[in-house]
């Protein structure tokens, strides 16, 4: 089953760019993954889904400042032009027929 | 617009029980796969269980599976959890979500806004 790793914090300075990663385990390199942004003490919030190829489609309301990409096993989520509010943990989730739900540990982002 | 409200939390002690539920609105609820997702205090998020458009198929995380019950009733809009044995390890907040499906790949695109269950004696 897939394992997705991410990096547990990130910060940058307001007004910048950051890109957070997401990888896929070996023999998953092809896999759909899903992006999701958690405020504090919110719920989490579906940013995007992103393939392989490095296309994604974004959710409802999602800034253009939020962009995916893709290379390999690796998912990325870059965020421009970064605000207060994007102060955040943020997942990213991937799909198996057997396992289900694979949620990475989970990147908090810190905005300076 | 997509709305999920659940409901049903709260304390329980060790070994007793707990109905969640969850309140679907803006889209058509009887077409979509939905999911539990809880999230324990300060740490990430886990998946729980997931139930199939028609409620045929059910499938659940190691640690709940002959204790948790996921259900539906597609004529209410509405997705339960039935927590039964209840372990001090299964206090989190408690997320549904709606699964989206393209192609047999599927990711979550709504989140409700959580229940809290806090299992202690």
């Known amino acids: 089953q897939p394992v997705l790793t991410q990096s547990s914090s990130a910060s940058a300075s307001l007004g910048s760019s950051v890109k957070l990663t997401c990888t896929l385990s070996?023999?998953?390199?092809?896999?759909?993954v899903a992006w999701h942004q958690q405020q504090p003490g919110k719920a989490p919030r579906f940013l995007m889904k992103l393939k392989d190829s490095g296309t994604y489609n974004k959710g409802s309301g999602v800034p253009d400042r939020f962009s995916g990409s893709s290379s390999g096993a690796d998912r990325y989520l870059t965020i421009s032009n970064l605000q207060s509010e994007d102060e955040a943990d943020y997942y990213c989730?991937?799909?198996?027929?057997?396992?289900?739900?694979?949620f990475g540990e989970g990147t908090k982002l810190t905005v300076l | 617009q997509v709305q999920l409200v659940e409901s049903g939390g709260g304390v329980a002690q060790p070994g007793r029980s707990l109905r969640l539920s969850c309140a679907a609105s803006g889209f058509t609820f009887s077409s979509y796969g939905m999911h539990w997702v809880r999230q324990a205090p300060g740490k990430g998020l886990e998946w729980v269980a997931v139930i199939w458009s028609d409620g045929t198929n059910k499938y659940y995380v190691d640690s709940v599976k002959g204790r948790f019950s996921i259900s539906r009733d597609n004529s209410k809009n509405t997705l339960f959890l039935q927590m039964n044995s209840l372990r001090a390890e299964d206090s989190a907040i408690y997320f549904c979500?709606?699964?989206?499906?393209?192609?047999?790949?599927?990711?979550?695109?709504?989140w409700g806004q959580g229940t809290l269950v806090t299992v202690s004696s």
């Open positions: 989730e991937t799909w198996d027929t057997k396992t289900h739900v694979v």
């Open positions: 070996s023999g998953h390199s092809t896999y759909i």
């Open positions: 979500a709606r699964v989206d499906c393209t192609n047999g790949v599927c990711h979550i695109d709504y």
